[in-house]
């Protein structure tokens, strides 16, 4: 069968868009998992890459084998139906992490970029999330068509203004001095398996639909291309920010510094991926917690918003440093399982 191309690079525009959440538009996850290590750190991201190639493209090319529908069928194929419940609720409460993370960035928005208290920031974001979840959806998530390729053109227009800039390359080769720098070595397989586990909720079932191999492969193929040259540009630009560990959005701050005229439209961007991202979450959480907990929607989104408000009241930075770290070494258990699996399509019987 010959490859869907235009299925193929749908599926790797998902990918992308599942991918690059929060952290990642804002630039602080790619400073704590790769940048604040400066060369090594781009020899992480190279590594991370290849990992988002093969092991995207693997665990949608399963998930289209087996017929799964959601990300939970896909961990009991994985780890067998006693650990996969297990595995879904460990996901559950990660999710949660998550979402907190992602409240905390949109209130750090509000404070470090606009001057307007984070704790107003949070709750404009939370009042503007259940009004959509109650108003409808559908063309929310079309917004993501808009954001995601106007971010990658931003990060273009920022990697070419720092390429110009002197010391460009003395920047890109020096390896600053860190007391935690063994966690380097580890920082490639962590962020894969964190991003990996999280976006199944996605790409699981949109994967489970297009059914056709070669189609999946190219579509992870594509995808895990475009995060690796996304990450590999945040990287270049975030290298020449002095003191880039001490911003909670480093990326809007050189925005403000290299081209102050495209700032206010890049800060839209940035909170548009944040808004969007806490939408699919919360989407995500309210169906899975129903399972456990035959609440009405509303009630149980309200819960989620105040046990997430709670976890948000810690620094953005701070919650993104010490949790997104856990959630990728809880998820390591996945990725080493996922890479394991057997997968020849062609040579097995399906599952029934």
């Not at 108003?135 to 929310?140: C, R």
């Not at 056709?212 to 990287?235: E, F, P, S």
Request: charged share 10%; hydrophobic share 55%.
């Amino acid at each position: 069968m010959r490859t869907n191309w235009g299925a193929a690079f749908q599926i790797a525009a998902v990918y992308v868009g599942t991918v690059v959440g929060a952290g990642f538009a804002t630039g602080r996850e790619i400073v704590e998992f790769f940048s604040r290590f400066g060369f090594i750190g781009l020899i992480g991201i190279l590594m991370s890459g290849y990992l988002l190639i093969f092991m995207g493209s693997k665990l949608m090319r399963i998930s289209a084998y087996i017929g799964a529908t959601s990300y939970e069928q896909f961990n009991e194929y994985l780890f067998g139906k006693a650990i996969g419940r297990v595995i879904n609720i460990v996901m559950l409460f990660m999710l949660l992490g998550v979402c907190a993370v992602m409240l905390s960035g949109a209130g750090a928005v509000f404070q470090e970029q606009l001057g307007v208290p984070k704790n107003l920031g949070i709750m404009f974001t939370i009042v503007l999330s259940i009004l959509v979840m109650v108003l409808g959806i559908k063309g929310l998530f079309a917004v993501n068509s808009f954001v995601v390729p106007m971010m990658i053109i931003f990060s273009f227009i920022l990697l070419f203004l720092t390429i110009k800039l002197p010391g460009f390359l003395e920047q890109a080769l020096f390896v600053p001095a860190s007391e935690d720098g063994w966690k380097s070595v580890v920082a490639p397989f962590t962020y894969t398996a964190f991003n990996l586990s999280l976006a199944q909720a996605v790409l699981v079932p949109v994967a489970g639909e297009v059914k056709d191999d070669k189609t999946v492969k190219w579509g992870g193929i594509l995808g895990g291309i475009a995060l690796t040259l996304i990450l590999l540009m945040g990287h270049f630009t975030l290298i020449m920010l002095p003191g880039l560990e001490t911003y909670e959005i480093p990326m809007a701050t050189i925005m403000k510094n290299l081209a102050s005229g495209l700032y206010w439209i890049f800060i839209l961007i940035i909170y548009g991926e944040i808004f969007t991202s806490v939408i699919g979450n919360i989407f995500g959480l309210e169906r899975q917690i129903k399972k456990y907990l035959p609440l009405p929607s509303l009630v149980i989104v309200i819960g989620i918003f105040i046990f997430c408000y709670l976890v948000s009241q810690f620094e953005y930075s701070t919650l993104l440093a010490y949790l997104y770290p856990l959630f990728g070494n809880i998820s390591l258990i996945f990725i080493v399982l996922l890479w394991m699996k057997p997968f020849k399509p062609n040579k097995e019987a399906k599952p029934k």
